[in-house]
């Protein structure tokens, strides 16, 4: 079955701090990939995306995503963490199809 | 642009009461879907609807039924709901299809349901 794997559950950093955020998908085909980040009390909103072209995404606030295809992988990347990037963060993707499936999140707590 | 919308917010029901979610989205997208969010376990989605007139299970269907009202609209009922049922329900929508038509998942502001 497609499966979205989210490898730290929990993540504290402090302020300037960088931060990777691995992500593995379960799918040979072609695959959509996506961040989204949900504040406290709030819906998901989208960090980043990837559907072709150059494997290395940009997102907004300074985030950054890396397509590696041979690792299945779509890490999330950002050199400095701020206080306000407290939230949590899922991976997802969109395997030839319809549906797009979620990892569990990663919980990220940043020390001002 | 008021892009998804869910209702209600906020719901408490009774073990065995029935009530069903509405989402509507104005984007004019062709797919919507359904998702509950538990602690620990992220996004599950519970079912889908590729295209107006058609809907399909996706991960835990178990409790639930969808109606694919119209293009806009995507209900999702509980026809008895149980403790287990407790949860905060995401209502999305998206486009699929190729080049300029794929977009990401839009979501509507979630509702949180209590069953007791």
């Known amino acids: 079955a497609q499966s979205v794997s989210q490898h730290n559950h929990h993540v504290i950093l402090s302020e300037a701090a960088s931060l990777e955020l691995g992500c593995n998908y379960s799918y040979g085909g072609t695959v959509n990939l996506f961040w989204y980040v949900q504040y406290p009390g709030q819906h998901l909103q989208l960090l980043l995306k990837y559907f072709s072209g150059d494997p290395l995404v940009k997102g907004i606030k300074g985030f950054e995503a890396e397509f590696i295809k041979s690792k299945f992988s779509f890490n999330l990347r950002k050199p400095s963490v701020q206080w306000s990037d407290t939230a949590e963060y899922f991976c997802a993707a969109r395997t030839g199809g319809f549906k797009t499936i979620f990892g569990a999140g990663t919980r990220l707590f940043v020390k001002a | 642009n008021a892009g998804v919308t869910q209702t209600p917010k906020f719901q408490v029901l009774k073990t065995g009461q029935s009530m069903t979610l509405q989402c509507a989205q104005d984007?004019?997208?062709?797919?919507m879907y359904w998702y509950r969010q538990d602690p620990g376990m992220g996004l599950r989605l519970i079912y889908y609807?590729?295209?107006?007139?058609?809907?399909d299970k996706g991960e835990v269907p178990n409790g639930y039924n969808v109606s694919r009202l119209n293009k806009r609209e995507f209900s999702l009922r509980l026809e008895s709901a149980a403790p287990s049922q407790t949860s905060v329900y995401f209502c999305?929508?998206?486009?699929f299809g190729t080049g300029a038509m794929n977009t990401e998942a839009f979501f509507g502001q979630g509702t949180r349901l209590t069953v007791v």
């Open positions: 999305a929508s998206s486009e």
């Open positions: 984007m004019n997208h062709n797919s």
């Open positions: 609807s590729a295209s107006e007139g058609t809907t």
